[in-house]
């Protein structure tokens, strides 16, 4: 079974809203503008791209679990995960298994002052510091660790509960035992795919509101990518 990655850049234009149920826009109607307009793109994205894969017309109703991870309420649909940075938009949707994905804005903050640097483990910092743009390096670690914290739900994953180990191509969680991530910095865009169990093929669209969806990669386990910044992390057996 196949993972899909969809990307979306927001412009001034307005959404087209027909696939949105009326207590999305209700909802949507209570936050401030920018989270609103935030809000109402992802509901859009999700919406099309549901009807895209599987002929839904209408976004089906959402839910928002005790761990604070948004689901669609019916069994049997797809997991999906939900991502922003800048006018970036994201959505990863799986049919079987869990999603979880994560977008950053590159350069935001220097290596030393990411957020989420202070989860890194020993080895993780080490490795940022041997690459030769140790801000990039921090700021893929981050948004790797933060796909795998989204696909499990979980408040918080510090050192003591997941690692990556890059040089190698493995992590190891001790909240999700099977995970596979990929992971790829574009411009000044990084993202990363967390799936559990193991990704079989991640297929990332690129969606156009006058165009729609556009196949832009596929990414295989086995498959050698060109890219000099993709990365896939693959699960370590749990420790003894």
Request: a neutral charge; charged letters at 20%.
């Amino acid at each position: 079974m196949a993972c899909h990655f969809a990307r979306w850049t927001i412009t001034e234009s307005e959404p087209d809203i027909h696939r949105l149920p009326a207590e999305v826009l209700t909802f949507a109607n209570t936050l401030s503008p920018k989270p609103a307009r935030r809000f109402i793109h992802g509901r859009v994205l999700l919406a099309e791209l549901m009807f895209y894969l599987y002929g839904i017309a209408r976004l089906p109703q959402i839910i928002i679990q005790p761990s604070g991870r948004p689901s669609f309420s019916a069994s049997g649909l797809p997991d999906f995960s939900l991502a922003y940075a800048g006018n970036q938009l994201g959505v990863m949707l799986s049919g079987e298994g869990k999603a979880g994905l994560d977008l950053e804005i590159l350069h935001a903050l220097g290596a030393s002052h990411h957020p989420r640097r202070s989860a890194f483990t020993v080895a993780e910092k080490n490795w940022v510091t041997l690459q030769s743009d140790p801000e990039e390096s921090a700021s893929q670690l981050g948004c790797i660790r933060q796909s795998v914290h989204k696909l499990s739900g979980q408040s918080e994953f510090t050192a003591d509960t997941l690692s990556l180990h890059p040089s190698s191509g493995r992590l190891r969680s001790s909240v999700t035992s099977d995970v596979q991530v990929m992971s790829d910095i574009e411009g000044p865009i990084v993202w990363s795919c967390a799936h559990s169990p193991a990704i079989q093929r991640l297929i990332c669209w690129c969606y156009d509101p006058d165009e729609g969806f556009i196949r832009t990669a596929t990414f295989s386990p086995q498959q050698q990518v060109d890219s000099l910044h993709f990365m896939k992390l693959t699960s370590l057996p749990p420790a003894k």
